[in-house]
């Protein structure tokens, strides 16, 4: 950055890398040109080598031992930034790391980092892509095993890999059709028109395939909803607190005491669930009672899946036919009371069904996910769009014997291969995507 015809001297940053609370270990990233200065003035000039750690004690301007820790320093162009960095191993408790960070934010060119700062370096010296970064941030969040696995596939490089596998085969496509425009009477092959169709045709058949899984990829990071549904009294609150483990919906014989929607993240196989305990579908009592109908159908229609519960004593109300899509279910709750129509039977007060009722569940929501593509993110689907587009383009134009126009919309296609993986991108993106992260990330 220059300021003024001067270059201006990048800040040291530092930010806990463990969580927070007491622990019987606190870690301590710092990143900057001037982590050794820093350092040095922390625990003494006798720094460990590069990649060894050491024990020093660690002390203030005044000499005051603030601790004893592990110090572990990464050189220039070998550190997850690519700048020099460092690594305090000191211990968890709450006045111990809050009497380090007072100590380093007084250090001169050295302050706290901002969320996703570390990360931003590191993709700002080529040590990651920007897929990888959005991978990072999901493998962070992950709270179920096919998340992590997801998440891991991203992490790994799988969609660079494949993007740099579709740029390759553009980059001869291009090759070709820009032969003929520069040199057309020269040693150039005489119909380039078959090989070029080809290669347009094969990154768009691989597109398409990642885009029509790119659905499922996102539904599986974001999770997926079930709305529990079903008129007053019908058993709904008491599902969903047996699928809980405790009560932790209010149940009562009165009609409407659901008002607002309750949530329950759930790890089911893997997917991560979030059943919906919704208000009784009925002609509402009140106003307060109206608005939460209101909200339980629109929520309930914007769901995955539902679960229409009903039961001998709580037949199905009209709404349920208007809310009703593909592969929903509808519950007998109350088994224990007598049998009744429905896909599945369930007691809550014996706990039968209740294994099966997931397991069907499970089933239709790994379906829509699918096998699991690897563009989980909007920015992501938007950019291979934006290619897939182009290259369309291009091949109506190469039917139609315009060459120019071919390049150029290969070209297109290009930008956006590259937006994907964050080689061109403006700064909007870029903040929105590492202000998500951590303060140690």
Not at 49 to 59: E, T
Not at 250 to 277: M, N, Q, W, Y
Not at 425 to 441: Q, Y
Request: glycine share 10%; proline share 5%; net charge negative.
């Amino acid at each position: 950055m220059t300021t003024g015809g001067t270059t201006a001297r990048r800040e040291t940053i530092f930010a806990p890398a463990s969580g927070a609370g007491t622990a019987a270990i606190a870690v301590i990233r710092i990143s900057g040109p001037d982590t050794d200065a820093v350092l040095a003035r922390l625990v003494g000039p006798d720094l460990p080598p590069p990649r060894r750690a050491a024990l020093r004690r660690l002390a203030d301007e005044a000499g005051g031992v603030l601790d004893w820790g592990l110090v572990l320093r990464f050189a220039e162009g070998k550190s997850y930034t690519g700048e020099a960095a460092a690594e305090l191993h000191c211990h968890g408790g709450r006045a111990v790391v809050a009497a380090v960070f007072e100590t380093l934010g007084r250090q001169p060119g050295c302050r706290l980092a901002e969320p996703g700062e570390f990360t931003r370096r590191a993709f700002e010296a080529g040590r990651v892509d920007l897929t990888e970064v959005e991978a990072l941030g999901d493998l962070l969040a992950a709270e179920t095993e096919l998340q992590r696995r997801q998440a891991v596939r991203g992490f790994d490089g799988a969609l660079y890999r494949q993007a740099a596998a579709w740029r390759g085969e553009l980059i001869r496509a291009a090759a070709l059709v820009e032969a003929t425009i520069d040199w057309p009477d020269e040693d150039v092959p005489e119909d380039v028109g078959p090989e070029v169709a080809a290669l347009l045709g094969g990154v768009r058949s691989a597109i398409a395939r990642e885009l029509g899984l790119a659905a499922g990829a996102q539904q599986l990071r974001e999770g997926l909803e079930v709305a529990i549904l079903g008129p007053p009294n019908v058993g709904k609150s008491s599902l969903f607190n047996a699928l809980a483990g405790h009560e932790a919906a209010i149940t009562s014989a009165r009609p409407g005491t659901t008002r607002d929607i309750l949530t329950l993240h759930f790890d089911l196989d893997g997917l991560p669930v979030v059943f919906l305990d919704t208000a009784g579908l009925r002609d509402a009592a009140d106003e307060i009672e109206a608005i939460g109908v209101s909200r339980a159908t629109e929520r309930a229609r914007a769901a995955d899946m539902r679960l229409f519960l009903r039961s001998a004593d709580a037949p199905p109300p009209p709404a349920e036919q208007a809310l009703w899509q593909e592969d929903d279910l509808r519950v007998w709750a109350k088994s224990d009371l007598g049998d009744g129509p429905g896909d599945l039977a369930i007691s809550t007060l014996r706990g039968d069904g209740l294994v099966e009722l997931l397991r069907r569940v499970s089933a239709v929501l790994s379906a829509r996910v699918g096998e699991g593509g690897l563009v989980g993110h909007l920015r992501q689907r938007q950019a291979l769009e934006d290619a897939d587009e182009a290259l369309a383009r291009a091949a109506t134009a190469l039917h139609e014997g315009a060459p120019e126009t071919v390049a150029e919309d290969v070209r297109s296609g290009f930008r956006a291969l590259e937006r994907l993986i964050g080689r061109v991108g403006t700064e909007d993106v870029l903040d929105a995507v590492f202000r998500t992260f951590c303060l140690g990330k």
